[in-house]
């Protein structure tokens, strides 16, 4: 649903400040040293990252922490596009779905669906029966576009993409190519994210911005920041510590 009409300035402000709490790379290594997930979340709290990880325990299992990461993101990004002219609010809306894409890709498989996937509210009304009658109760979910593809198969994350430019409202050429640009750096519907893709995205938001291009670079950031956020606190809560080299 569309929030209120905002406005691209306030928009670009907004999101600049959002930009630069990102952390840098020694504040991630301060983060990283805390070897067990009760230290991990204590070091969180007291950088820009706290506010995603308020809701989370010591005590929380993997799912959980996952679960309460997608609703927080979902939650943050349906904010982002409140900010801006209603011309632009679908387009971002639509970023919300991100971490939902691979478990709805994971529904194209006949075989039961885990407890796990179960319990995530956003999935539970399209996760049970065949894959033919998920795809069904799909349509009729905000994830409507995807249910053709995952009826097919389970390319979802083409699906995903093609839904959002169809939501583009019309740009100019020179907005379209940065738009292509961000699409691509963003990997969804990739075997995996193109590398330096971070240092691409940070290039095209400081060349966009001031227009809602430069908001969904912000956003295609910041998911890189929360995959690797949501990677220490799996590792550290299902192992206790991190493995050599994992972050």
């Known amino acids: 649903m569309l929030g209120a009409e905002g406005n691209l300035p306030y928009a670009a402000a907004r999101v600049q400040a959002r930009h630069g709490l990102r952390l840098d790379e020694p504040a991630w290594r301060r983060i990283e040293a805390s070897r067990q997930l ?9 950088s820009a990252l706290a506010t995603w990880i308020a809701r989370i325990e010591p005590a929380h299992d993997a799912h959980v922490i996952e679960r309460t ?23 971002l809306e639509w970023w919300s779905w991100l971490p939902l894409l691979p478990m709805i890709a994971r529904l194209a498989d006949p ?42 198969g389970g390319a979802i994350g083409p699906a995903w993409l093609e839904e959002a430019a169809r939501r583009v409202p019309p740009v100019d050429r020179d907005s379209r190519a940065q738009l292509g640009v961000l699409m691509n750096e963003s990997g969804v519907g990739a075997p995996a994210r193109p590398p330096g893709a971070a ?48 972050a």
């Open 38 to 46: 009760g230290p991990y979340l204590e070091s969180v709290r007291r």
């Open 199 to 246: 240092a691409v995205l940070l290039r095209l938001f400081r060349a966009s911005a001031g227009s809602a291009i430069a908001s969904g670079c912000h956003l295609a950031l910041l998911s890189l920041d929360l995959e690797r956020l949501r990677g220490g606190l799996a590792v550290r809560s299902l192992f206790g510590a991190p493995r050599a080299g994992a």
């Open 69 to 91: 990461l997608r609703s927080e993101w979902r939650e943050y990004v349906r904010g982002v596009a409140r900010w801006h002219p209603r011309e632009w609010q679908g387009w």
């Open 111 to 152: 075989e039961p669906v885990p407890a796990w996937l179960l319990a995530d509210p956003t999935c539970a009304p399209f996760a049970v029966g065949t894959p033919r009658e998920r795809a069904e109760a799909l349509a009729h979910t905000p994830l409507a576009p995807l249910g053709s593809a995952l009826q097919a």
